[in-house]
């Protein structure tokens, strides 16, 4: 627990696999993103952000999850 950011009570690790050009993007965007605030913007920063954003935009939650879903259901319709 030493190593946690004391920022995040309660929190959790996870681990995600993303392509290595997604991750070479992100890279970019965490050092721009930086340069122009003038803190320290790391790629997990970024990733919470958009995981945030997506979050409270409930309408946009909502249709991503139905989106991924589709398929499945369809699937499941037939049988």
Excluded: W
Excluded at 5 to 10: D, G, I, L, M, R
Excluded at 47 to 67: K, M
């Amino acid at each position: 627990m030493a190593g946690r950011p004391k920022t995040f009570k309660n929190s959790v690790i996870i681990s995600t696999r993303i392509a290595f050009e997604e991750l070479q993007e992100l890279k970019e965007l965490a050092s721009v993103e930086a340069h122009h605030t003038g803190r320290v913007v790391t790629v997990q920063d970024l990733i919470r952000n958009a995981v945030r954003f997506v979050y409270q935009d409930n309408a946009r939650l909502r249709e991503c999850f139905r989106r991924s879903r589709e398929i499945a259901n369809k699937r499941m319709k037939r049988n």
